[in-house]
């Protein structure tokens, strides 16, 4: 699937989730309209998405936390799978765009294929599944929502060729104003 339709499929039962986007997920959730509130871009520092993802799901238990996260992202921390899993958050949902790449510094193949989804139930996920249609994430996203996490879903992506494309945001404004706004809800 293309990684705009799996960034369509999600904005579209996002629903009030936080979300935290890595990478190459982060300009496709811009242009999808989810960057306006309750996000932060996590820029710069590959691999620790998912942990600032959890850091907010144990922060705000009664919302639910989306982590959109890279293949070549999650390899660089695979020990926050551990940590993750050991936290048990029932609000977290893991979605892991896999297209093979290290995509941001030059569509450089990864060292090797690596089932996330084993990885995961083997660190102590609730669940994990795979996608590689969008029609199909649709279908499933619904469910995925309606079960407690934490939950990775593996999504695979196709290769995208061309310059990488970044958004002109930066990550501490937006995680300032995440702060000041988680302060003021109930």
Same mark, same amino acid.
């Given at each position: 699937m293309q990684r705009e339709e799996a960034i369509a499929a999600l904005a579209a039962v996002r629903d009030g989730a936080l979300s935290v986007? =890595?990478?190459q997920t982060v300009l496709a959730w811009h242009e999808a309209g989810q960057a306006a509130t309750d996000h932060v871009d996590n820029m710069g520092c590959m691999? =620790? @998405?998912s942990a600032l993802g959890l850091g907010l799901a144990l922060a705000q238990p009664d919302r639910r936390v989306m982590v959109l996260d890279g293949d070549g992202s999650l390899l660089m921390q695979l020990g926050s799978l551990v940590t993750i899993a050991? $936290? @048990?958050p029932p609000?977290?949902?893991h979605f892991v765009f896999d297209n093979g790449l290290y995509e941001t510094t030059g569509n450089q193949p990864l060292p090797a294929r690596?089932? +996330?989804c084993g990885? $995961?139930?083997s660190a102590g996920y609730r669940d994990a599944v795979s996608f590689d249609r969008a029609d199909a994430l649709r279908e499933a996203l619904p469910?995925? +929502?309606a079960s407690e996490g934490p939950i990775l879903v593996r999504l695979a992506i196709a290769r995208e060729d061309g310059p990488i494309r970044w958004p002109r945001v930066k990550m501490a404004d937006q995680v300032v104003a995440l702060k000041e706004r988680l302060a003021t809800q109930p």
């Open positions: 986007a =890595t990478m691999g =620790t @998405a050991g $936290a @048990a609000n977290y949902y690596v089932d +996330f990885l $995961a139930r469910g995925i +929502f």
